[in-house]
């Protein structure tokens, strides 16, 4: 996000908290936290950090956060403005933003200028959020998104899920000033009284910027059509050039299942990756995401369920005989699908380090793997808690950086959280590594927070 942009969300902020004061329908929620970690080795388990927008680094020991927002609705829409900070060690950048946002909206539009992490899925118990390709792995993008409140009724029983959103990727990597196009497009239908499907497509694309190698990449609107419909084109005006989709294309099929019956609710859905025509063509299944969700009506001491069954060994190449397909990496944009060397999406996919333990520009070590992972969460009276585990086998890269031998990690996280008089929140943290190629890892932790809000 450039200055000028970060200067203006910054000055709407304390405007809209001034007038605050006197809005009748105004209301705010901050919220005060520190956590600090113990752990047997330098870096602290798998599961105390990812996901957590990088608040938590590999190497992180001690965070805190400050963040809040306020909203004033009017008659037909509402306004909201919002930051979240935090400061950790472990990270040159002690102290950063997650969200620095100015978001409007009424029953069926809602706009977001900034930075905003993506609301957290289904009690944060997913491996990926259940979003294959934005985890909230890596910190939120700056940008521009434009999306559905609720979904848009078409008629009787369907209904239409949208999404249309440009980012910056401000940070320091191989093309410098990359632009992110995203959108999304879900179709929602209701079987019956108990059941609904919903299919849909998302759609993301690195383009335009500064390569080292190429010079100026093409940024005009006629490259942007281009990348809205992937249109193949040449890009780089290189001697011998052939044609191919403008910019680095991602993107996943979503196919989901929703059963309500006497004893919960159910969910069965299928995230399918694609980055060219062989994913679109399904050449790469069974790849992806396979979940499964239970929340059932009575029992509260356990509130959800999750299974989820992540896979990327095919990437087409079975099918194919192309030994160069892979995920996330690409030869023009080599800093790859990541933003401040973090990855954006599934956040198993390994990114290689040098000796000193510098991340490399844009190469993965392990893009081929399959993780088995559960989740369940609960609660007693004013005590909550969670449990995450994972099993991960990794088999490298297709050819010459195949492992000799898989490399398999087993990761386990638990929270056990306890309310005082709703403004007073102390969670005991504890974490598990267990890698068959290095140490094994334990870290126990505990975090206090405190919310005041109208």
Partial sequence: MNQCILFRLIA?????????????????????SSTAIRSSQDEIPFWLQANTGTEFSELTNFSGAINGFYSYDFSNFSLETGAYVFARDGVEDNIQRRDLYLQLKNSWLKITLGS?????????????????????????????????????????????????????LNDERFVDNTRLHYKRVNLIVQLSEKSRV??????????????????????????????FIANKTTELGVEGEIQNAVGNHLGSFLFKYDFTSTSGDFSFYHEHPFEDGS????????????????????????????????????QSNTRTNNRTDGYFGNLVYNSGWSYEQNIIGNPFFKRVRNNDGVLSTGSFEGTRFQVHHLGVTGEINSITWNLKASYSKNLGRFGEAEFETPKKDFYAAAHLGYTYRKFHNIKLLAG????????????????YCYTFSK
Avoid: C, M
């Fill in 279 to 314: 994913g679109t063509r399904f050449q790469n299944f069974p790849d992806g995401v396979w979940g499964l969700t239970y929340k059932p009506n009575s029992n509260r001491f356990i509130k959800a369920i999750l299974y989820e069954y992540v896979d990327t060994r095919s």
């Fill in 116 to 168: 905003k992490q993506w609301d957290e899925a289904f009690f944060g118990l997913s491996t990926t959020n259940q979003n294959y390709l934005y985890s909230n792995n890596a910190r939120p993008l700056p940008g521009l998104l434009i999306e559905a409140n609720e979904p848009l009724k078409l008629f009787k029983g369907f209904e239409l899920d949208w999404g249309i959103a440009h980012y910056q």
């Fill in 198 to 227: 919903t299919a849909g497509i998302q759609h993301f694309v690195q383009w335009a910027g500064t390569s080292p190698r190429f010079g100026e990449l093409k940024s005009d609107i006629g490259a942007y059509w281009n990348v």
């Fill in 12 to 32: 709407a902020y304390f405007f809209l908290s001034t007038i605050g004061t006197y809005a009748q329908n105004s209301n705010y929620k901050a919220e005060i």
């Fill in 432 to 447: 598990l590594d267990l890698p068959s190629y290095t140490y094994n890892t334990v870290a126990v932790g505990i975090s």
